[in-house]
């Protein structure tokens, strides 16, 4: 079956260094990945989309790698802020996949 | 921001009672969903919704569930009788770029059953 694996324990960093954060799946082959945000009691929010031909993708402080062959995901984000703390889920999907979030890793960023 | 909109924001119920719960998705949006997540766990996706008929759904989406758009902005699932196991946060989310691509979310209905 299908399965999503995030880190599970909180990632804790110091305000302006760089988070990064790991998706990997097993079992399928996604046409593309998304990550979004979700702050306690609130909807996930949209963050990146990177489909399976892109190698990398930016935008302002957060970059998103996603390696088909590896089947893994890796969400930065650089000069962290503590207004970054949030939990990060990765959903891969697309193509005849329904995306599934995982579990979510927590970030904590200190001042 | 255009933004879902969903009502209420909580709803307690008794075990085996219906409830409806309520979603406005972005207005120009073409496909809708409904997730729920249970304290601690994970989003799970529930059923989606385009072209006004269920176009996929999981396991959890058994008879006991439906989902209507009664007119052009309203989005609804409705739960028959509900169980105790249903108490859960109910997320409503809206698509325009296409299925399953960069889902706006809204704010969750927290549904308790006693």
């Known amino acids: 079956s299908q399965k999503i694996e995030q880190n599970s324990e909180a990632l804790n960093i110091q305000e302006g260094k760089t988070a990064t954060l790991t998706c990997n799946y097993t079992?399928?082959?996604?046409?593309?990945l998304q990550w979004y945000r979700q702050d306690p009691g609130r909807g996930p929010v949209f963050l990146l989309l990177i489909r399976e031909n892109e190698k990398e993708k930016r935008k302002e402080r957060l970059k998103v790698t996603f390696d088909t062959t590896l089947k893994q995901s890796l969400f930065h984000i650089t000069a962290s802020q503590p207004a970054d703390s949030a939990t990060y889920l990765c959903a891969p999907s697309g193509g005849s996949y329904i995306p599934t979030f995982g579990r979510g890793t927590s970030l904590i960023v200190h001042p | 921001e255009p933004e879902v909109t969903q009502t209420p924001s909580h709803q307690v119920t008794q075990m085996g009672q219906e409830v409806i719960l309520r979603c406005v998705p972005i207005s120009n949006h073409l496909y809708f969903y409904w997730y729920r997540q249970i304290l601690g766990q994970k989003v799970e996706f529930l059923v989606s919704?385009?072209?006004?008929?269920?176009?996929?759904k999981s396991e959890i989406f058994d008879d006991q569930f439906s989902v209507e758009r009664p007119d052009g902005s309203n989005f609804t699932l409705k739960i028959r009788s509900t169980k105790l196991e249903d108490s859960a946060m109910y997320f409503c989310?809206?698509?325009?770029?296409?299925?399953?691509?960069?889902?706006?979310f809204g704010s969750g209905t927290q549904l308790s059953v006693l």
């Open positions: 989310a809206s698509s325009g770029q296409g299925a399953f691509e960069k889902l706006f």
């Open positions: 919704f385009y072209n006004n008929e269920i176009s996929e």
């Open positions: 079992n399928y082959s996604p046409a593309y």
